[in-house]
Nanobody, 121 residues
């Protein structure tokens, strides 16, 4: 059974930093592209950052470029999202996602339970 368990996040004032972590189990982690998505109230879920299986390719949404950093540890089966210079617009529930990177694995698409990040003064 695949499990993605998020931790971290919480409440911070504008300009502050938070870190999210996601621990994966039940899958061959090194074969999955890992991503962070977020969903703010009343808005659609959006891709925030993504990292390739070997960590040689990262994607960032324009809204977080230069502020967020995604990383992964293929030995510990974890990914992190370091979030700096946080603003109120970053307030959302953040979700960890694992998607199979090989053509035969495209149906393998798993989600964590979500973690709240609130940025407010």
């Amino acid at each position: 059974q695949v499990q993605l368990v998020e931790s971290g996040g919480g409440f911070v004032q504008p300009g502050g930093s938070l870190r999210l972590s996601c621990a994966a189990s039940g899958l061959t982690f090194r074969l999955f592209r890992m991503s962070w998505y977020r969903q703010a109230p009343g808005k659609e879920r959006e891709l925030v950052a993504s990292i390739s299986p070997s960590a040689d390719n990262m994607f960032y949404a324009d809204s977080v470029k230069g502020r967020f950093t995604i990383s992964r540890d293929n030995f510990a089966n974890t990914i992190d999202l370091q979030m700096n210079s946080l603003a109120s617009e970053d307030t959302a529930v953040y979700y960890c996602n694992a998607k199979g990177a090989l053509p035969i694995m495209t149906s393998m698409d798993y989600w964590g339970q979500g973690r709240q990040v609130t940025v407010s003064s």
